[in-house]
């Protein structure tokens, strides 16, 4: 089996994560990160055991969410950047969690798809469409509040535990001998997510669709199915009690649709605008015409392979398929509050990439004759449209957030006002030779006002790095 091309667009897409992480101009810090930090070191960078504990110190939304698990990886960031930053130049997104994120996420990824699969071109396609995706760029690329990136990571970690036992049911082993602390493990796994976001309720939803097969080959169904809602149970009790007993809340918020928005926005016409929205982003530039078009050209190709398909991958198709649109129809049901089109280059919606990479996966993977040299041209055209669909969307976003982090600053006042020209390139040398002279603050206050405005999380950060006892 001939992977070597594959195995070349990977080593491409590696390049091309590089360059955009070291391309100071593509990441960026979102504005409500200052006032966070300044909140989070309050009381020192130093580390101490309670900051690697689930806290129910709400210091990072507005409103009180159960979102434990990233309010305490949050904090974990912010004293890591610190700390870090004393001995290295620093980096606008640079956080532990990127373990996760960008290690850890596509290497469970592949193994993932290639346990459903059994197919190695299926994994390498699925893994470089999911690195070039805006799920995957959005997790390394931003610093903020990490619940999302991490949501898909749980994600993905959902899919490999399930992958595993689904081949433990294809071997028709009992359930109890292995199955059953990996079944376990799943569980644990999705009751963690619910405490990072919210969206990992659309991930709860669709990995059903992909292995139903663990509820059909086993028996005592019944058990699965109760222990499958045992999470989702557990979660709502807790959130019962925090509502009745302290201030977090949970259903106040969805009945008032203050998670998302607002009722208000509710309607077919903002569904409808998420729903194409998501799907062009990963499918055509969106500065070329004819996004209607690609959309159902993809449409009528991906019908054709599949009756092309042999009766396995027929299956596996269909339920990539469907739980790719579940969780694409969840999504657009929650985004649309935001009264349509929310930023696509941003966390919103990266859950989808996960879903999303894996039916195109199976359909490129079909290699019969020219059939194969259309789908290693049209893998090729996939991965040129999300790089530039990736930078099509933040440079916007960046200039959005620096007019929101303006607005602030003015509220605020004083010696927070955001100083810095408005137009202008970051790079790491600037960072450099600031992060070398960070003791002297004529150097740094001189050097604020030269540098962009995006570079406000370099002055913000540096400042904790000169204050004693931090």
């Given at each position: 089996?001939?992977i070597?091309?594959y ?7 590696i390049?091309?994560?590089i360059f955009?992480?070291?391309?100071y101009?593509?990441n ?9 930090i300044?909140?989070?070191?309050k009381d020192g960078?130093?580390f101490?055991?309670?900051d690697f504990l689930?806290t ?5 939304d507005?409103f009180e969410r159960?979102?434990?698990v ?6 974990i960031?912010?004293?890591f ?9 620093p980096?606008?997104t ?12 596509p290497?469970?990824f ?6 459903y ?5 299926s994994?390498?396609?699925?893994v470089?469409?999911y690195?070039m ?5 959005s997790g390394?690329?931003v610093?903020?509040?990490?619940a ?5 990571f ?8 399930s992958?595993k036992?689904?081949l433990?049911?294809?071997k028709g082993?009992r359930f109890?001998?292995k ?12 009751f963690v997510?619910?405490?990072t976001?919210?969206?990992?309720f659309i991930?709860?939803i669709s990995l ?5 097969d663990i509820?059909?080959?086993?028996n ?9 809602l045992?999470p ?11 509502e009745?007993?302290t ?5 106040d918020?969805i ?7 607002s009722?208000k926005y509710?309607s ?15 499918l055509?530039?969106f ?11 993809s449409?009528i190709y ?9 009766q396995d991958?027929k ?15 969840v ?6 509050f ?11 919606g990266s859950v ?7 039916p ?11 059939f194969?040299i259309?789908?290693?041209?049209i893998?090729?055209?996939?991965v ?5 669909n990736?930078i099509?969307?933040?440079y ?5 957030n620096i007019?929101?982090?303006q607005?602030?600053?003015?509220e605020i006042g004083?010696?927070?006002e955001l100083?810095?020209s ?7 040398p600037m960072v450099?030779?600031?992060w070398?002279n ?9 050097m604020?006002k030269?540098y962009?405005r995006?570079s406000f999380?370099l002055?913000?950060e540096?400042?904790?790095?000169r204050?004693?006892?931090?």
């Amino acid at each position: 089996m001939d992977i070597k091309f594959y195995k070349v667009i990977f080593l491409i897409v590696i390049g091309y994560v590089i360059f955009v992480i070291f391309n100071y101009d593509m990441n960026w810090v979102h504005n409500e990160t200052p006032s966070q930090i300044r909140v989070a070191l309050k009381d020192g960078a130093s580390f101490r055991w309670a900051d690697f504990l689930p806290t129910t110190d709400n210091i990072f939304d507005d409103f009180e969410r159960i979102r434990f698990v990233s309010y305490t990886l949050y904090r974990i960031n912010i004293k890591f950047r610190i700390w870090v930053f004393n001995y290295i130049p620093p980096h606008p997104t640079f956080v532990l969690t990127w373990i996760f994120t960008l290690i850890l996420g596509p290497i469970l990824f592949f193994k993932f798809v290639y346990n459903y699969t059994s197919q190695r071109i299926s994994a390498w396609v699925a893994v470089i469409l999911y690195m070039m995706s805006q799920g995957f760029l959005s997790g390394i690329t931003v610093f903020h509040h990490p619940a999302k990136p991490m949501t898909t990571f749980f994600a993905i970690l959902c899919l490999y535990i399930s992958s595993k036992i689904n081949l433990l049911a294809g071997k028709g082993e009992r359930f109890f001998n292995k199955g059953v602390f990996l079944y376990a493990a799943l569980l644990v796994v999705f009751f963690v997510s619910f405490l990072t976001d919210e969206s990992a309720f659309i991930v709860y939803i669709s990995l059903p669709f992909l292995f139903f097969d663990i509820f059909k080959r086993y028996n005592n169904k019944k058990l699965l199915y109760a222990a499958y809602l045992a999470p989702l149970l557990l979660f709502i009790i807790l959130a019962a009690i925090l509502e009745a007993w302290t201030r977090f809340y949970f259903f106040d918020y969805i009945i008032n649709g203050a998670f998302c928005g607002s009722w208000k926005y509710c309607s077919f016409d903002n569904f409808y605008r998420n729903f194409q929205g998501l799907i062009d982003a990963h499918l055509v530039p969106f500065y070329l015409k004819g996004i209607n078009a690609t959309i159902v050209f993809s449409l009528i190709y991906a019908i054709y392979m599949y009756f092309r398909f042999s009766q396995d991958t027929k299956q596996n198709f269909l339920r990539a398929l469907a739980a790719s649109l579940a969780c694409l129809l969840v999504y657009s049901f929650g985004a649309q509050f935001h009264g349509g089109e929310p930023p696509m280059g941003t966390v919103y919606g990266s859950v989808f990439s996960v879903f999303f990479v894996l039916p195109v996966a199976i359909a490129l993977s079909f290699r019969h004759k020219f059939f194969d040299i259309i789908n290693r041209l049209i893998l090729m055209c996939l991965v040129v449209a999300c790089s530039q669909n990736y930078i099509h969307l933040t440079y916007p976003l960046i200039h959005g957030n620096i007019e929101d982090l303006q607005r602030i600053m003015k509220e605020i006042g004083g010696s927070e006002e955001l100083q810095g020209s408005e137009q202008g390139r970051l790079t790491f040398p600037m960072v450099l030779k600031v992060w070398k002279n960070r003791d002297d603050e004529d150097f740094i206050s001189r050097m604020q006002k030269e540098y962009p405005r995006k570079s406000f999380w370099l002055f913000n950060e540096l400042k904790y790095l000169r204050k004693k006892g931090h």
